[in-house]
């Protein structure tokens, strides 16, 4: 590893360590629990996908727009996990941060096309996830579509070409299938013991969904790990 790489790493701790104490605020406003425990995940694991992705991606304005996206991640994750919702609040604002710095990135080094691999990523992992959300009667939720174009302006962005960044969108999508499905049999397994690892706070009483589990945290780690791996190909 040299030594930008090694700056990179260090810069993308810091900067995620940073962003991680940020969010906090952010996700107490969505009625996540303030716990000392969570306070230390939230920020080390922000601080740490940060510093991966400053590693494998080096010396870069690439790492800018991804950044931003993995704070975004760790904080509608975390929103996910304990109110089974996305918010607004935040994919919204990252959307328009992500098409903002790419926009910026571009220009300054006469790529314009990029932008329109970004945007057709996007639309095409948004439209993937609309046509789910109806075919599933709304099992798969909204939130899960909306967070489908942050993603999939990211992925779009990294890939050299429309074929490779398409391509990389539906590798995410596969992925996330994969651990979504794992995730949910190990949620449907405990709850036959009759235990609620993750309990729905939308479900109704006197009728349950056990099977309703949050989605945004294998979409996250999912995108995560083709964006890292996309990068680190080229």
């Known amino acids: 590893m040299s030594k930008s790489d090694i700056a990179m790493v260090i810069a993308g701790l810091a900067i995620g ?91 300054l080094r006469d790529q314009p096309g990029t932008i329109g691999q970004a945007v057709a990523a996007a639309g095409l992992y948004g439209g993937i996830m609309a046509i789910l959300h109806t075919a599933s009667g709304g099992s798969l939720g909204w939130g899960d579509v909306k967070l489908a174009l942050p993603v999939g302006l990211a992925l779009g962005w990294i890939g050299s070409g429309y074929g490779q960044s398409l391509l990389a969108v539906l590798m995410a999508f596969g992925l996330a299938s994969v651990l979504g499905a794992v995730m949910g049999l190990i949620v449907w397994g405990i709850r036959k013991w009759g235990i609620e690892l993750l309990p729905d706070p939308l479900a109704d009483p006197d009728n349950p969904r056990p099977t309703v589990f949050p989605f945004a945290p294998s979409m996250a780690v999912a995108a995560a790990a083709v964006l890292l791996a996309v990068y680190a190909v080229d």
């Open 17 to 107: 360590f940073v962003a991680g104490r940020r969010l906090l605020p952010i996700l107490w406003k969505f009625q996540v629990r303030n716990s000392r425990s969570l306070r230390v995940l939230v920020t080390a694991l922000t601080a740490i996908s940060l510093g991966i992705a400053g590693g494998l991606m080096g010396t870069t304005w690439d790492a800018v727009p991804v950044w931003v996206l993995f704070v975004a991640l760790a904080g509608v994750t975390t929103v996910d996990l304990f109110h089974y919702r996305i918010p607004n609040a935040i994919v919204f604002p990252t959307v328009a941060v992500l098409l903002s710095l790419m926009t910026l990135i571009s220009m």
